[in-house]
């Protein structure tokens, strides 16, 4: 399979690259197989349970720099409602598919999302 135009444009030019501090909440995950050893720092900001601000910061190939480019475009302005439904197959869709050797990429991205909006649960629940 090729690389979609989708998947190449937010490889080469990617949506919210950068980090938040202060942030609402934070995910650092990582994933080592297949030769890869991509590491994805994922900050965002949250008002009124809807994310107002996504940042990534990754050491990551060029599946995982699009997954999560294609994230933080779809993430802003959402609600966590909707983010914690969000599946690895909603960014294939996004990205117009990708090469099944990049899978580990979108599961990767989705993950640091949930556990960022896990952070912000903990953090705003536990008062």
């Given at each position: 399979m090729a690389f979609s135009d989708k998947y190449l444009q937010h490889f080469t030019h990617p949506i919210g690259v950068g980090e938040f501090d202060p942030y609402d909440g934070i995910g650092?995950?990582?994933h080592s197989g297949s030769g890869c050893f991509d590491r994805i720092k994922l900050t965002?900001?949250?008002?009124?349970?809807t994310v107002t601000d996504i940042a990534f910061?990754?050491?990551a190939c060029s599946g995982t720099i699009?997954?999560?480019?294609?994230l933080a475009d779809f993430a802003a302005g959402k609600s966590i409602s909707k983010l914690l439904e969000m599946k690895a197959d909603t960014l294939i869709n996004m990205l117009d598919g990708i090469p099944?050797?990049?899978?580990?990429?979108?599961?990767?991205a989705?993950?640091?999302?949930k556990q960022a909006l896990?952070?912000?649960?903990?953090?705003?629940?536990?008062?």
């Open positions: 650092e995950v990582e965002m900001r949250i008002h009124n349970d910061r990754a050491r699009a997954s999560c480019s294609a099944e050797n990049k899978q580990h990429s979108v599961e990767l989705v993950k640091a999302l896990e952070y912000y649960w903990n953090t705003n629940n536990s008062r």
